[in-house]
């Protein structure tokens, strides 16, 4: 159980904190994600950013996830997906134009503050407040990998056993600090999992960024 996303994230730095990184870069999913991300950054010494990638929610059903999509806009479908009653070609077109456009608005937002960061050759850690399907992880390293990174860390503060086992050929090395076999939600392993709102994210990105920028000056 963990206090809250700030809890999660010294945990995994905890963790992390023996490791060698090269430049390190690490990369939140908005919005939860972002805290726990930007702990990491602090701790580790890295460079602090978003990655985005949407779930595609299920007819009826928008908290299940049939798969996911990366900025890249290649879509990743869970295997069950084309089991789901109105999952169909069209349903899963008219769901990715509505979830690229959302991840359009929040680079828009936080692009404004905060340009891309540069993935080529580094250590990227990857992170999130807690893994559920895993389809937007999924969708994440599959575009960051793409960006050839000296090594890419998945790191994770709670997700069911059978969902970690789908990324160990996409990641260097894998962090779960939580893998129980009870899981229901991702909110169930912390005290307080309260919303995050874009202007946290933007905030944190502009903190990071500012201190990123007077770094690489001095």
């Known amino acids: 159980m963990f206090s ?34 930007a702990v990491l950054a602090r701790e580790l010494g890295g460079e602090l950013d978003v990655v985005l990638s949407r779930k595609l929610r299920a007819p009826h059903q928008h908290e299940l996830a049939i798969g996911a999509i990366g900025e890249d806009g290649e879509i990743y479908l869970n295997s069950f997906a084309w ?20 991840i359009e608005r929040r680079s828009k937002l936080f692009r404004a503050v905060k340009p891309p960061a540069r993935v080529t050759g580094r250590s990227v850690i990857v992170t999130d407040d807690g893994i559920a399907t895993g389809s937007t992880m999924l969708a994440a390293l599959h575009v960051l990998n793409a960006q050839k990174p000296h090594e890419t860390i ?39 999992f309260c919303q995050v709102e874009d202007d ?19």
């Open 154 to 192: 998945l790191a994770i503060p709670v997700a069911p056993p059978d969902a970690l086992e789908q990324f160990r050929p996409l990641c260097t090395h894998l962090e779960c600090l939580l893998a129980p076999s009870h899981f229901a939600a991702v909110g169930q392993f912390y005290e307080d």
């Open 200 to 218: 946290e994210v933007v905030r944190l990105l502009r903190e990071f960024q500012a201190a990123h920028s007077a770094k690489q000056a001095s």
């Open 4 to 37: 809250n996303r700030e809890d999660a994230g010294l945990q995994l730095a905890k963790r992390l904190q023996p490791r060698k990184l090269n430049d390190p870069l690490v990369l939140g999913i908005p919005r939860g994600g972002v805290i726990t991300a």
């Open 83 to 102: 089991e789901i009653p109105g999952v169909t070609e069209d349903y899963i077109a008219k769901e990715r134009d509505h979830q690229i456009a959302e």
